[in-house]
């Protein structure tokens, strides 16, 4: 019998073409014993039937709960994610049946960060605010407008996994200090980065920009809330590139609001698609972006190729190589 894969249609984009192109799927077309397809159904949770019917699923934003794989007919014996956040698998459920998990941890790094400093770059220099100057013919306002230079200012930096050091990297240049909070993380390997390990609280004391790229797990679930909001300084911007949740959406509308700090830029929101009602969306302060800032052509390919390239060493009794570490 050949291993099955089963794709979800979400990484479908209007005209049917692949969302990360069609280059990636030559691992899958040249993997001997191998067969794919896309899953029929739309699906925002995979089903039992779905479970049925393939060995392997490459899943984008569908979530896999302990429903999906409940049956005795399920016949998955991996989850590929396609990207690196998992907090939409149930990971104990799929660690109970024998079920591997992966995703894309290395594909994503470098987008990532540069999807942070594009939000940092973009605030600091006022970059929508003098935008709408120019529309709007208040060219003489400029100078009411000035942007922040960034050798002067202290970047904080919370999660130091694949991402964060990434972020550490490419930030260097520019001369800013450093802060990184996480406790997991090798001091050592913070300071190679030209970092300086801190607790939470004096990072968020001291920064200018304070960027959450840390995993949302019940720990991080509203890690920012009132209170770490109310410790940032009110010059300071705050940064969201993880999940939604790592903030407590309510607490940062309130801190925006009031002037507790001076504005943020988030890809990532408490409930997503994001309600148009959201008050975060007509704050002239904040920049957003749907959850995509680091979607590119070179993203996308990295992230398939690194996603199916986990079914494919599967399929042929390799161990992949970005297993997620059940529990």
């Not at 019917?53 to 989850?79: E, F």
Request: neutral net charge; hydrophobic residues 45%.
């Amino acid at each position: 019998m050949s291993f099955r894969i089963g794709l979800t249609r979400d990484l479908i984009k209007a005209d049917g073409e692949p969302s990360f192109g069609r280059g990636p799927l030559e691992l899958l077309d040249n993997a001997p014993g191998l067969t794919w397809e896309l899953i029929p159904e739309t699906l925002s949770e995979i089903t039992p039937d779905v479970a049925a019917r393939y060995d392997g699923l490459y899943v984008n934003s569908p979530s896999v709960t302990r429903a999906s794989v409940a049956r005795s007919d399920c016949r998955v014996r991996i989850v590929a994610r396609h990207g690196v956040g998992y907090d939409s698998v149930d990971t104990a459920a799929l660690a109970e049946r024998g079920i591997m998990l992966t995703n894309t941890p290395v594909a994503v790094r470098r987008p990532v960060a540069v999807a942070t400093l594009t939000l940092i770059f973009a605030l600091a220099g006022r970059l929508f605010t003098k935008d709408r100057l120019t529309r709007t013919g208040r060219w003489h306002e400029r100078t009411s407008h000035m942007g922040l230079g960034l050798t002067r200012r202290t970047l904080g930096v919370i999660g130091a996994g694949g991402i964060g050091r990434e972020i550490l990297s490419l930030a260097a240049p520019f001369g800013w200090k450093m802060l990184v909070s996480d406790p997991f993380a090798d001091p050592q390997s913070i300071r190679a980065l030209q970092g300086e390990p801190v607790a939470i609280d004096g990072l968020l004391a001291r920064s200018d920009f304070v960027v959450a790229c840390c995993i949302l797990n019940e720990q991080t679930r509203h890690l920012m809330n009132a209170e770490r909001f109310a410790q940032m300084k009110p010059e300071a911007f705050f940064i969201n590139v993880a999940r939604g949740p790592v903030a407590d959406e309510a607490a940062l509308i309130e801190a925006l609001r009031s002037g507790r700090i001076a504005g943020a830029g988030l890809d990532v929101f408490e409930q997503e698609p994001v309600d148009p009602a959201n008050p975060l969306l007509s704050m002239e302060q904040v920049i957003v972006t749907p959850h995509a800032l680091c979607w590119t052509d070179e993203c996308f390919d990295a992230i398939a190729r690194e996603g199916l390239g986990c079914l494919v060493d599967f399929a042929a009794g390799r161990t992949p190589r970005s297993v997620v570490k059940a529990g």
